[in-house]
């Protein structure tokens, strides 16, 4: 497995979805093993970066994954299951038919085995969201997009959300790519910051780039603010 | 007679189970907007094959594929709301239905409308078993992958899973079955036996294998009970079918509470 190197390379991206350009001019390198943030206001095109880069959707520019690499993706809300007849391990078993694999992501997520028989729609949102980061994992992912890991909501045990993902960083080398609101995670656990609002206003590394302008720049001000601050 | 019994119950056996079975996976409201009207789409096929002489199951498939068609040409050129070519579609087939339908024989404007089992023959029970079977196959084989399309999109797009060719798949299922239905319900109620299995199974199941096999299961039973019903009372095996259907669900309601 190689350590470092360029995993993911983006040049001059721009996404237009229905002819709305949501995402302009945005170029970034990552790393492996390195997180990556991508902080902006609602609508400013997070998930829709993170669904480019799945592939989901189509764009101009440049997407260079590493070859051969592989990807999980834990998407923000699964709007249908809550009230949907599946166990746990009927939804891993929509991806994997692997059932050692699915107690070691289960185990890995910190599940007890049990657990595999509750109904998906038991579950806090805490727990289910977990449950989408075990799915993710099925495979031996090399890099994980996140989209918005909620904070604060349910730690079964003591460990939240970030805690699982540095330690999942560290036990599978994983690169982290995620979507979020939240400045502390920016600064505690990232590498790499995007500020995003559909162009990039700012990015670099967390502490040199997330300044008191930066954020006024990328929260408070309207587009023809980034305009007139791209002319000069 | 009762040779013909037995050809009825078998064919609304196959048709009941596989119909419920592909219904359990109609979950979200998008695939039963365009599954419902592909069932609506059936009734001028049906009066075309009753006028012309031909197989009602050939007719009901001519019409749902050239329907299914025009609404995805229509989705395409005008982005309108799937709700409004819904309604678009389903009223012109019911239009045009009535007006092929042949008024002045009763007894084959009531087959169009609700269906005649007991006139099946051998050969076409032989072709009811062997093309649910297949789909059955079909279906139970690509079952994660569509339903992981149905529950989230987006999670089956960054598995690589081609969407669209499944739903395509599904839809042309569909199409087949509800060909099928119009024997058994007619040309205006093959969504029931699509639907009413389904969400009976869901007000009882835990998990994704009661819900999935008991849709089959519910769709089977209310065949079963349609065709002695309707031995029994003489009215048409398929409405009879369809309120079993029905009466099961109510159950299944009270069940569900307890």
Redesign the interface.
Known sequence: MKMAGTILKVENLNVKLDDELIICNLSFEVKRGEVLTILGPNGAGKTVLLKTLLGIFPFEGKIEWEKGIKIGYVPQRVPFVKDFPISIEEFFKLKTKDEKEIREVLKLVGFKEGFLKKNLGELSSGQYQRILVAWALIGNPDVLLFDEPTTGIDISGEETIYQLLERLKKEKNLTIILVTHDLSVVFKFSDYVICLNKCPICQGKPKETVTPESLSKLYGQEIKFYEHYHGH | MVTNFFLALISAIFIGGVAGYLGSLM??KRMGLVGGPLGHLALPGVALALVYHFNVFLGALLTIVLGGILVWILEIKTKAPMEALTGLVFATGVALGFLILPFSDEHQLEEALVGDITKINFSDTILVIILCTLIFLIIKRIY??L??S???E??A???GIDVKKYNFIYLASIAIIVAQTVRLVGGLLPVALIVIPALTA?NI???????SFGSLIFGVISAILGIFLSQITKFPAGLLIILSGFLIFLVSIILKKS
């Open positions: 979950i979200t994660p992958k339903l992981l149905e529950i989230c987006d999670l797009k960054s598995e869901r199941s835990r998990n994704l294998f009661q819900y």
